[in-house]
């Protein structure tokens, strides 16, 4: 099943790609730190950090998507939108 392509507001993409980037940049840099023999502590405390990003950015992006589908639902397409958030929060919560 194909997968719906999404048009971002041209503020939204941008911040988002920045956000996981800097994301991406501590995930190497725990890896290094780990590769290094870096302090169990101290690696713990950077997972802790890069998860909290990830989540910050995952809050962000269902934000978006939960703005478009209450947009979409006053248009008339309240069912869909609802089983589709029903979908989209299964995942997140996982």
């Known amino acids: 099943m194909p997968r719906k392509k999404k048009t971002r507001s041209s503020n939204d993409k ?3 790609v920045a956000r996981l980037r800097r994301i991406e940049g501590q ?4 890896a290094r730190m780990i590769d290094r023999g ?6 713990l405390t950077q997972i ?3 998860r909290a990003a990830l989540l910050s950015a995952a809050r962000a992006l269902l934000t978006e ?3 478009a589908l209450t947009v979409g ?6 069912e869909a939108a609802l089983r589709q ?3 989209v929060l299964a995942q997140f919560v996982k």
């Not at 870096?38 to 690696?43: E, F, G, K, L, Q």
């Not at 639902?73 to 309240?78: C, F, I």
């Open 65 to 67: 998507h939960l703005r």
């Open 85 to 87: 958030l029903d979908n």
């Open 73 to 78: 639902s006053v248009r008339g397409r309240s």
């Open 38 to 43: 870096a302090d169990c502590s101290a690696i």
């Open 27 to 30: 995930s190497g840099a725990i």
């Open 14 to 16: 941008p911040k988002l």
């Open 48 to 50: 802790a950090a890069a």
